[in-house]
């Protein structure tokens, strides 16, 4: 039974989750009917074995490097650190990768193995259209067959990766259950899996799920934070006093925190969407509003009623709007490692414009919710302390959601 | 003990169990009518599921069932107070709980174990709770009497199987196709296969669902299986006439003694 009460270790420098069975803590786990084992375990088992293989290894980071185009750079933001007059601001540069976000490190990794296991068929879930696309273009490379899950209010929303998906190939399938989102995405996309498992890979796009995905997606994205470091100890000689990111799932904050979480000095913040705002009921504020629960195979915290039905989220931006997270995100903030602090819509919105005018860099809006965070963090800090903020995915996708916001009805995306 | 005794009494009468599956409160306010005529039709015993807003083990048949039971707004609460009604005039048939593990954590399992037990619950099927993860909840259930109803599926290795029915009472619940609720139709040959495996493995009873949609498929289950299990043509069926009042609970009666008879019939060959 999960109560309320915090975990009983707090973070003392020592971290070595999850456990074998997939445990953060009390959270993660694998909340799975028995029709869905066999195949969870068959992954368990090869993902384990690849991860500690050095061939995998080299093939991993030839992609990385070749198809992705990684290192991604690290952008000192110089007006905009000028403009707030405090911390340094540095951007990770993912945006820069192939497809345009950082889901393609984890897709990457995942039809890797995918390949070794000798699957023919690729389904995915997708929120705001860029794990799709990720999905998509991997299964492009391989010749697989793609099959995309996406709530049919993102697809609206999201046309433009929507046609990019269908491009590379891949078969949309709009869902129309429950809030049509990204939560009744990963559901279809769990049902698709069940029926078939012997010739599908179900590549899931972020840190959620049942074990082993929240560690698996983690590993495959830690990449941003192990460069991260380097990069800044190459320009700055030593690590940064802040790292932020936003949390939908939370991949890219976990893929940035996770080579960090042993050095107590460098504080975490992960940036939910407050939507119109914490204190209505449109957000997706899972951390500061939510309670652990079980949902997707994972106990974790969650948008819950007092009767235990999940509760509709929202948020501007498809990739946020989601009522459960990430199990190590919840963990991160039970043993108080981590901050999940929120940015509303307009906050968002804002902060989009601002990094397009002052650095030229036209973030997601996903993004946009740790910008906003930056923004206000950056001038509680000395000159001479650094911020590193995940610039997860750039904002083409979101210009017609943007552009509409603005009352230009007639443009079309 | 109502679940033992139901089983024993099969036995004895060298007959099969026929449990159907319906979703509390799906149509709104028939669900007490519903499980009398299951029984006045020839159910032996009724799983019993309650709403959830993500039920990602269920094809549209049953997911669209709980779409519609959480919008009336039939809580866990509500399904208690269900059983209790129903016990007022049937104290014997057999009633499973069977849903997801959500809104029993959020509940709390303790308040969950007594109000089921306190209502006239028999057994409990948490569809997401592996038997890894089931040790508070089995123990409480355990305290109270009630069984643990645990899922068996085509991939399941021998080594889960043998896990599973360490922790397994009442019935084994061997789910005959891969995939959700309401999948396709099922391979007889097969399904008897592998219930004569799982037996080597316990002495609990193995009643096999998925698939089921008429007499003919529960007659053909039946032959090797303790008990025949359906539930998506129920719920179907329940969601084509749910305007017609008492009418839906005279379709789905039919539906029942259509499988009743079918099983029986070829029992007494």
């Given at each position: 039974m999960v109560d309320q009460k915090k975990s009983d270790v707090l973070f003392t420098g020592h971290y070595d989750q999850p456990d074998l069975m997939g445990h953060f803590g009390r959270f993660g786990g694998r909340f799975v009917a028995e029709t869905l084992m066999g195949a969870l375990e068959d992954l368990d088992n090869t993902w384990r074995e690849l991860w500690q293989d050095k061939a995998f290894q080299a093939d991993f980071d030839r992609d990385l490097a070749d198809f992705v185009g990684r290192p991604s750079p690290l952008y000192l933001a110089e007006r905009w650190t000028n403009e707030r007059g405090g911390a340094k601001i540095y951007l990770k540069r993912e945006d820069l990768n192939h497809t345009g976000a950082h889901k393609i490190n984890h897709a990457v990794g995942q039809a890797l193995l995918a390949k070794h296991m000798g699957k023919t068929r690729i389904i995915a879930e997708t929120g705001a259209g860029q794990h799709g696309v990720a999905s998509a273009t991997v299964a492009a490379r391989l010749g697989l067959e793609c099959v995309v899950y996406m709530g049919a209010k993102d697809v609206k929303r999201q046309a433009l990766n929507v046609y990019r998906m269908k491009l590379l190939g891949a078969t949309v399938i709009p869902v129309e259950t429950g809030s049509q989102t990204l939560k009744d995405a990963i559901n279809e996309a769990l049902r698709d899996w069940v029926a078939r498992?012997?010739?599908?890979?179900?590549?899931?796009?972020?840190?959620?799920?049942?074990?082993?995905y929240p560690e698996m997606v983690r590993n495959l994205q830690s990449i941003i934070g192990r460069e991260a470091r380097q990069q800044i100890m190459a320009k700055e000689g030593k690590l940064p006093d802040a790292l932020v990111a936003c949390v939908g799932g939370g991949s890219n904050a976990m893929g940035l925190f996770h080579e960090f979480i042993k050095d107590t000095s460098v504080k975490l913040y992960g940036v939910e969407a407050g939507g119109h705002g914490v204190h209505t009921d449109k957000h997706a504020a899972r951390m500061s509003s939510g309670r652990p629960g079980v949902l997707q195979g994972a106990r974790t915290y969650l948008m819950t009623d007092e009767h235990g039905q999940i509760t509709e989220s929202h948020s501007v931006s498809a990739g946020l709007d989601y009522p459960g997270v990430g199990p190590e995100h919840s963990y991160l903030k039970d043993i108080g490692r981590a901050e999940y602090p929120t940015a509303t819509d307009d906050e968002a919105l804002d902060a989009f414009r601002k990094l397009t005018r002052l650095e030229g860099i036209m973030p997601a809006l996903e993004t946009a919710h740790a910008l906003a965070y930056v923004d206000k963090l950056a001038p509680t800090m000395d000159k001479d302390q650094i911020i590193i903020c995940n610039l997860s995915g750039r904002g083409d996708k979101d210009i017609h959601t943007v552009a509409e916001i603005d009352g230009l009805d007639g443009f079309e995306g | 003990m109502r679940l033992k005794n139901c089983f024993e009494q099969l036995q004895a009468s060298n007959r099969k169990a026929l449990i159907p599956y319906v979703l509390a409160g799906d149509p709104p306010g028939q669900t007490i009518n519903v499980m009398h005529q299951l029984v006045a039709s020839g159910a032996d015993m009724i799983e019993l599921g309650f709403p959830f807003s993500d039920p990602v083990a269920d094809g549209p048949v049953i997911a669209h069932a709980h779409e519609r039971a959480v919008s009336q707004g039939v809580t866990l609460t509500d399904v208690f107070a269900m059983v209790s009604e129903f016990r007022q005039?049937?104290?014997?048939t057999p009633i499973i709980l069977m849903g997801y593990l959500n809104p029993v954590e959020i509940m709390g399992n303790e308040r969950f174990v007594e109000m089921a037990a306190d209502a006239g619950v028999d057994g409990v099927l948490m569809v997401d709770l592996p038997p890894e993860a089931a040790g508070e909840l089995h123990g409480m259930l355990q305290e109270r009497g009630l069984d643990m109803i645990k899922l068996i599926t085509p991939t399941t290795s021998d080594e889960r199987i043998k896990k599973i029915c360490s922790v397994a009472s009442g019935y084994l619940y061997y789910v005959s196709l891969k995939g959700v609720t309401g999948a396709a139709t099922l391979d007889t040959v097969e399904v008897a296969e592998r219930v004569n495996h799982i037996r080597q493995f316990t002495d609990v009873p193995v009643c096999v669902g998925f698939g089921i949609r008429d007499g003919e498929s529960a007659a053909a289950i039946s032959r090797t299986a303790d008990g025949v299990i359906a539930g998506s043509v129920l719920v179907s069926e329940l969601a084509k006439f749910a305007t017609e009042g008492q009418a839906v609970v005279e379709r789905v009666g039919e539906k029942m003694t259509e499988m009743r008879s079918a099983m029986d019939s070829l029992q007494d060959k």
């Open positions: 498992p012997e010739d599908t890979f179900y590549l899931l796009g972020t840190v959620c799920g049942p074990s082993p | 005039t049937d104290n014997v």
